[in-house]
């Protein structure tokens, strides 16, 4: 079963596979034209207002796209910029107004303006049980360890190991869960 709310906005249907249960939530919108597509496990919930965006919708550069494992959530007002890939894993709870970011601009060459010199795609993963609490943000080329907990504001430059708690900006470990 599939639930899509009121004003939901779903472009490049085709390109999305979904388990049992999805739920995507009033006023989402989802462009799903990617090269691996967008996958969402059994239990997916969609959060409203959230965007998922793997390519531009007004033309440029096809992104890689996005997988979401089961039991996972993303939060209300939720920014997944999947450019590069984003896989989140199992039982991952994202809160509202979290930011993911699998690509960065490119801006060493002052002569060019930074438009110009296009962006270097990276790979993101959230390993299984994680919590990505409240208007945290995650940038490109980051692993977020299984078990792992990033508190509210957070801003995660660089890899977090499991069972890990991060906070600040930049996020640094404050402790450990084990």
């Not at 409203?48 to 996972?72: D, F």
């Not at 110009?116 to 994680?130: A, P, S, T």
Request: charged share 20%.
């Amino acid at each position: 079963m599939v639930l899509v709310g009121r004003k939901v906005s779903i472009r490049y249907a085709k390109y999305i596979r979904a388990g049992k249960d999805l739920i995507i939530e009033d006023g989402a919108e989802l462009n799903c034209l990617s090269e691996q597509g967008m996958q969402f496990g059994d239990r997916v919930t969609i959060g409203r207002n959230a965007i998922i965006r793997p390519s531009n919708i007004y033309g440029g550069e096809i992104g890689q796209g996005l997988k979401v494992g089961n039991n996972s959530n993303i939060g209300p007002f939720a920014y997944i910029g999947c450019s590069g890939f984003i896989e989140i894993g199992n039982n991952v709870m994202i809160s509202p107004r979290v930011s993911i970011y699998a690509e960065n601009h490119l801006f060493d060459n002052p002569e060019l303006t930074i438009k110009e010199q296009g962006v270097l795609k990276q790979f993101v993963k959230i390993e299984d049980d994680c919590w990505i609490a409240a208007n945290s943000v995650i940038l490109s080329g980051v692993t977020i360890g299984k078990g792992s907990v990033i508190a509210a504001g957070a801003v995660v430059t660089k890899d977090v190991p499991p069972y890990s708690v991060v906070a600040g900006v930049p996020a640094s470990i404050i402790r450990s869960r084990k």
